[in-house]
């Protein structure tokens, strides 16, 4: 499993509670921490994207209006947004992306290490179920 961090230059104490949840809880999967948004904006446009989930966390509000800016890369990856507050105008910006979760700066980060480990294991999950099990034959029509 592929994990990127984009921690935006946020305060490294922040970052640090994050990374330390989830490299408790993730010690099997590759985490890629990603500092900048040219960084991301580069790594995003590699191919093949294997990337399983991400977790990116906005600082302030031009950086969530960056982040917005690479909805076309970030299509098909399951997210985890951390923005800095709960307003209306930084949510309705937030929901243009499609995270399975938001949350706060100031919120619980093994809550955020929970909802990542949920979203790696449907990924998982649908993943082996497309690709090791056949497909079952359709019935012909008599």
């Known amino acids: 499993m592929n994990i990127i961090v984009y921690t935006g230059g946020i305060q490294e104490v922040v970052s640090a509670d994050l ?4 490299t408790a809880k993730f010690a099997h999967a590759r985490l890629e921490l990603i500092h900048s948004l040219p960084d991301l ?4 446009s590699q191919l093949p994207k294997t990337i399983d989930a991400g977790v ?26 951390i923005v800095p507050d709960f307003e209306k105008e ?5 929901a243009k992306l499609y995270p399975s979760f938001i949350c706060t700066l100031d919120s619980d980060w093994e809550v955020v290490a929970s ?16 690709s090791g099990q056949p497909t079952p034959a359709r019935p012909q029509p008599k």
């Open 19 to 22: 990374l330390g949840q989830i």
């Open 56 to 81: 990116l966390i906005a600082g302030d509000a031009a950086q969530l209006c960056e982040l917005v800016s690479m909805q076309d890369f970030l299509d098909g990856i399951p997210l985890i947004l």
């Open 41 to 44: 904006r580069q790594r995003l």
């Open 115 to 130: 909802v990542l480990e949920r979203i790696l294991l449907y990924r998982e999950k649908a993943a082996s179920v497309t």
């Open 90 to 94: 930084t949510i309705a910006k937030a």
